[in-house]
């Protein structure tokens, strides 16, 4: 057969598909009509008492037994026997089996039962038992259409597989695939625990703009907008971290605040280009300080979520209950590619290694830019055991406090785990003096078409002149933490909404 006479056929397949589908869903219109000209409109319907979940009755089912329970849900399965039919009830713990008879019900009821269609959400209300294969399920009462469905849902043995539809449409993927549920329903216990931990070592959680005019914190390019009332540009938030570090002038010892922030990057499978933050900041402690807390916050929970310390994560196991490593960034550059920036002193020293192990860089970069190339072109993908990789060079770390006996680098970490940065710290940078030197490094960046490097920020360098105390800082990128717990392949998989092209536009 020719590729012309296969190609009308699928045509026309897909044209004879469309119609069956059109007319199915016409059906389910014209049964809502019938309901409603009836008077049984389910949209009328604005409460429903449910007394279990699935889950619930079948974890408590020798107690339950016998017993009365009603629950509701969106039925996924139905087989209509004549007098007596089965269905699957799914909600949010899962799902159980309903057997629904005519005598039980009522003979008007019952009628209306068979109409109902896959993909509707009902209520039901029964006793509890088990049928004579030995499952448990509950025997309708009554049953209350609750919503009709208008759409169909995806073939069951199939299910929902196309990547791009699954994350546009969220919705029918939770319905569809049980364990896209279970991740978000592990997202919100590590969100929780999180909270749970920091509040138990008295932190107050708090609330910083997300609108702001200087985007500062970390090295991205912000989204702008424009506030029309004020006549003024605004941008979103790249960092919590100089709002946070004015409460902390204020008086406010430990705070945290975990909320989305907006970078103006690409997409792939950890980048997103907005993503949830949480940073945190302690007073009188410094980046040894935050290791700490990060170690012991990561195994909690670990712990709460998975139930364990060892997570497993594609091929890799991480065993998050022994000491984490902590290493220098120089030495981690020195065991992955056996350059020694301890005997690096001139840039020029550092470009001549740099071209030797055809390491790329870019005329702007000084030393400790190419010794975080050399970082990253040699060294991330060994960590992959929980690493603390300590004492960053001073170019790279615009708010960080100086190391007192070696002033080029700073006391600050990064802590990885399968290859992956998931943390940044540092002991803050409370001199402003030093910090408007740094922003004025930051500005030159700026004037070379660096459009990640930071404005100065006025109002943060007199909040450091009101005077600081010693601080330590970190931010947690929560989206990879939880791709971590549900050994999810990519930050999309973690993200209830994530940011996708707009219909129509995909191939411009």
């Not at 408590?60 to 007098?83: C, H, P, Q, S, Y």
């Not at 992955?336 to 740099?354: K, P």
Request: charged content about 30%; proline content about 3%; aromatic content about 10%.
């Amino acid at each position: 057969m020719s590729q012309e006479n296969n190609s009308q056929n699928n045509q026309k397949n897909q044209s004879n598909q469309q119609q069956d589908i059109n007319q199915l869903l016409r059906i389910r219109r014209e049964k809502l009509a019938a309901l409603q000209e009836a008077g049984k409109d389910p949209f009328q319907i604005t409460r429903f008492d449910v007394t279990h979940h699935s889950q619930d009755v079948k974890d408590n089912f020798d107690a339950l037994e016998g017993t009365n329970v009603t629950i509701a849900g969106r039925m996924m399965f139905k087989r209509v026997m004549g007098k007596a039919s089965f269905c699957n009830i799914q909600d949010l713990k899962g799902s159980i089996q309903c057997y629904v008879a005519r005598d039980s019900i009522g003979e008007e009821p019952y009628a209306d039962f068979k109409k109902y269609d896959v993909g509707d959400i009902l209520g039901i209300s029964g006793e509890v038992f088990k049928t004579k294969t030995g499952e448990m399920s509950i025997h309708a009462a009554s049953v209350t259409l609750l919503s009709k469905s208008l759409q169909i849902l995806p073939e069951k043995f199939h299910g929902l597989t196309d990547t791009d539809t699954r994350y546009r449409q969220r919705y029918v993927d939770l319905i569809m695939n049980a364990e896209v549920k279970d991740t978000f329903i592990k997202r919100s216990k590590v969100i929780s625990s999180i909270r749970r931990y920091l509040d138990d070592q008295g932190f107050m959680e708090v609330e910083t703009p997300m609108l702001v005019s200087n985007a500062g914190g970390a090295a991205a390019r912000p989204f702008e907008t424009h506030f029309n009332a004020l006549d003024e540009d605004l941008k979103l938030r790249i960092s919590l971290e100089l709002y946070l570090k004015r409460l902390i002038v204020g008086g406010m010892e430990r705070v945290y605040e975990i909320g989305r922030v907006f970078r103006n990057e690409g997409l792939d499978t950890r980048h997103n280009p907005e993503f949830t933050l949480m940073e945190l900041y302690q007073a009188y402690t410094d980046y040894h300080g935050m290791m700490d807390l990060t170690e012991n916050l990561y195994r909690y929970v670990a712990k709460e979520v998975t139930g364990s310390e060892i997570l497993t994560y594609g091929e890799h196991q991480m065993d998050l209950s022994k000491p984490f490593e902590r290493i220098t960034m120089v030495d981690a550059v020195r065991k992955y590619s056996g350059v020694d920036f301890n005997e690096i002193h001139t840039l020029e020293e550092a470009r001549a290694a740099a071209k030797e192990k055809h390491v790329e860089f870019e005329e702007h970069h000084k030393k400790g830019d190419i010794l975080n190339l050399f970082f990253e072109e040699f060294v991330e993908e060994h960590l992959i055991q929980p690493t603390f990789v300590m004492d960053h060079p001073i170019e790279i770390s615009p708010l960080t406090k100086k190391k007192p006996e070696n002033p080029e680098y700073v006391e600050r970490f990064e802590f990885f785990m399968n290859g992956w940065e998931m943390a940044n710290a540092y002991s803050e940078l409370n001199d402003p003096i030093d910090q408007r030197a740094r922003f004025a490094a930051q500005e030159e960046l700026l004037a070379a078409g660096d459009a990640e490097a930071n404005h100065t920020d006025e109002d943060f360098l007199n909040a450091l002149s009101i005077g600081m105390p010693p601080t330590g800082g970190i931010g947690f990128g929560i989206d990879r933490m939880v791709m971590m717990m549900t050994n999810s392949p990519s930050i999309r998989d973690v993200l209830a909404f994530p940011t996708m092209k707009t219909l129509g536009k995909e191939n411009q």
